[in-house]
């Protein structure tokens, strides 16, 4: 376990500095090596959990909240096949899918990022590291997974969607399947990636292994299809 920064707002400053625009090489390059270290505490923290698949959503649902319990279904499925459960490690959906995940005795792993406010590791965790960076973060939850579950979410989950189809898209990382969950909540979203097809702004072929749906059931059965048993993945002995 990577122990917590010492004060979240100074790392929120150090990229917003990062970010206004050129800087001294001097001040570019201690950034630089602010970031390795932050890739380092993560690939410490990451190496030896096995394979992950890695659950999307907002931190703002509570446990009473209907995708909250879903989250929670989906986490415990997905150890069932095999696989650690990786999230960004805060409240909310993550909260779910790693709970799911430590109640059925499956591998629960957070890649939480320190923020000023909001985001703090939840307790179903038995692994986390804490990130300074968004882009750094985004890159291990990524790195480490051979599906992605996309649960209803802001702007942070829309976000990590499409970082991780255009990824699938480029040949950056393999097709590991993505799924959609809450039809209804993403129907907006749904009908625009549609549009795209039809306007040829990305190919048909480019949704292939994006299932939508709101069953769980469904989920699992996906990834397991496209995930364990395309990669020829073997469940490891307890």
């Known amino acids: 376990m990577i122990n917590k920064p010492n004060t979240n707002e100074n790392y929120s400053q150090s990229e917003r500095r990062f970010l206004e625009g050129p800087r001294s090489r001097l001040k570019e390059f201690l950034f630089t090596l602010k970031v390795i270290k932050d890739f380092i505490n993560g690939f410490r923290a990451l190496h030896f959990v096995g394979p992950c698949v890695t659950v999307f959503g907002s931190a703002r649902f509570d446990e009473n909240h209907f995708y909250y319990q879903k989250a929670k279904e989906i986490g415990a499925g997905i150890t069932e096949l095999g696989f650690a459960v990786l999230t960004g490690g805060g409240p909310g959906i993550m909260e779910a899918a790693n709970r799911g995940a430590f109640e059925n005795n499956g591998r629960s792993i957070g890649c939480n990022v320190v923020l000023p406010h909001e985001q703090k590791e939840n307790p179903y ?87 939508i749906t709101d069953s769980v059931e469904e989920t699992i059965a996906h990834i397991k299809k496209y995930s364990v048993q395309k990669f020829e993945l073997k469940k490891a002995k307890n």
Do not use: C
Not at 131 to 158: C, D, H, Q
Not at 179 to 200: P, Q, S
């Open 125 to 211: 965790l038995h692994k986390w590291v804490n990130i300074r960076y968004f882009f750094v973060r985004k890159t291990l939850l990524i790195k480490y997974s051979y599906a992605f579950v996309i649960m209803p979410g802001g702007w942070g989950t829309m976000d990590e969607l499409f970082e991780a189809l255009t990824l699938i898209q480029t040949g950056k990382i393999k097709n590991f399947p993505v799924v959609i969950f809450g039809k209804e909540y993403w129907k907006n979203l749904i009908e625009l990636m549609d549009d795209m097809v039809k306007k040829e702004t990305i190919s048909a072929p480019d949704l292939d292994l994006l299932l």
